[in-house]
């Protein structure tokens, strides 16, 4: 099939856009589809020459999906925006060549709606990441739905889905098919052969930002070292700045995720649990997927899923004394919750990988799409 991945949030190596765009491309490639890539218009070039061996890269989106709707009016800013992006998307998919289906790895409300009303009726696949309703659009359930009858009313072949199962209970009242499904974790780790045994080495992983870190960063890193563990900090966004000290290695972005987190005894999610209550973690995907324990803040979704599996603890503050106090938790019953993450990366790819993800997210869309051409 001649498939085009669509993202207009592609600009940047780091973060979760393109992590998953390029292995969903990989495992398209390598199943005889023929791909285009559409990204943002000021995508960093490195994006398409980390592609370049698979897919051609087509900047060409002119609205990304994180513009904050308070900037167009402290009223209707969510009204304007939405009105906006999706004009504006409609317009830039115009100029899109022919596919048999668009894949929107990470998609959103504008995005749904532009699909529907640019008049082209090419099947749309796609998985949401986030709350319908967040902060900046605490009307997002309105919008989603508007973009679910638009899609109905043009008769747009859609099958959009999520990877958190919170999240699909959430969207199910808003669709009009009766129909919002969970797909597999597209992440694969590292698996290791055999359970961690002592709790020496800490990772710290991914695009730090705001809703992932305090100002207690630095503070809770030098406790750790003082204290006598090894820390493994891999910063894509290189935003926070570490002391020189032996026991600390600090990278910027990396392409081998899974493999160094498979390098530690224990990852640490210090996000905050109001933004990540109904949000996925890759990192905490990728951790179990390799046989590593983690700790998350208790009443997130990461943190469900370490309270599901037994692999790893939870803290309920965000200061650098709650963490500490949980890593030290986590020494304390450590040969336990190591030897749950080593179980739940044993079964982890009967349920889960990217290949399994690709194909729930497109076969069903392929099938509506055919049965919508004839």
């Not at 043009?154 to 969970?182: A, D, R």
């Not at 100002?215 to 003082?226: G, P, Y």
């Not at 179990?288 to 998350?296: E, R, V, Y």
């Not at 599901?308 to 106090?325: H, M, N, P, S, V």
Request: proline letters at 6%; one cysteine or more; a positive charge.
């Amino acid at each position: 099939m001649n498939i085009n991945l669509l993202d207009p949030g592609l600009l940047q190596l780091c973060g979760h856009h393109f992590d998953i765009d390029y292995k969903v491309v990989r495992q398209l490639v390598s199943a005889g589809h023929s791909v285009r890539v559409y990204s943002h218009i000021n995508a960093d070039k490195a994006i398409a020459a980390s592609l370049s061996s698979m897919a051609k890269t087509v900047p060409l989106f002119r609205q990304q999906p994180y513009i904050r709707p308070a900037r167009f009016d402290p009223v209707a800013g969510e009204l304007l925006l939405y009105q906006l992006q999706t004009t504006q998307l409609a317009d830039d998919l115009k100029r899109v060549s022919e596919a048999d289906i668009w894949l929107w790895p990470s998609i959103f409300a504008p995005q749904l709606n532009a699909c529907a009303v640019s008049g082209r009726r090419v099947p749309v696949a796609g998985c949401v990441h986030i709350s319908c309703s967040t902060d900046e659009w605490p009307h997002g359930r309105l919008f989603w739905r508007c973009s679910f009858l638009n899609a109905e009313r043009t008769k747009t072949p859609i099958h959009i889905g999520t990877i958190e199962p919170e999240q699909s209970y959430e969207y199910l009242p808003l669709t009009v098919n009766g129909t919002f499904p969970c797909f597999p974790y597209p992440m694969e780790g590292n698996p290791i052969s055999q359970p961690k045994q002592s709790l020496n080495t800490i990772g710290f992983f991914g695009h730090q930002r705001r809703e992932k870190w305090g100002q207690d960063a630095v503070r809770l890193i030098e406790q750790l070292v003082k204290k006598g563990y090894r820390i493994l900090f891999q910063d894509s966004s290189g935003k926070i700045k570490l002391p020189s000290h032996p026991s600390i290695t600090s990278l910027g972005y990396v392409s081998n995720l899974g493999d160094l987190i498979s390098r530690c005894d224990l990852t640490v999610l210090p996000y905050d649990p109001e933004r990540y209550k109904m949000k996925s973690s890759g990192i905490l995907c990728e951790s179990l997927a390799s046989g590593i324990p983690a700790i998350a803040p208790y009443g997130s979704a990461p943190g469900r899923w370490i309270e599901r599996t037994g692999a790893g603890k939870l803290f309920i503050g965000l200061t650098a004394e709650d963490i500490y106090r949980t890593v030290e938790a986590a020494r304390n019953d450590y040969k336990s919750i190591a030897a749950a993450a080593f179980t739940t990366s044993a079964g982890w790819l009967d349920h889960h990988g990217i290949e399994r993800f690709v194909n729930a997210l497109c076969n069903e869309c392929k099938v509506k799409g055919n049965h919508h051409r004839h």
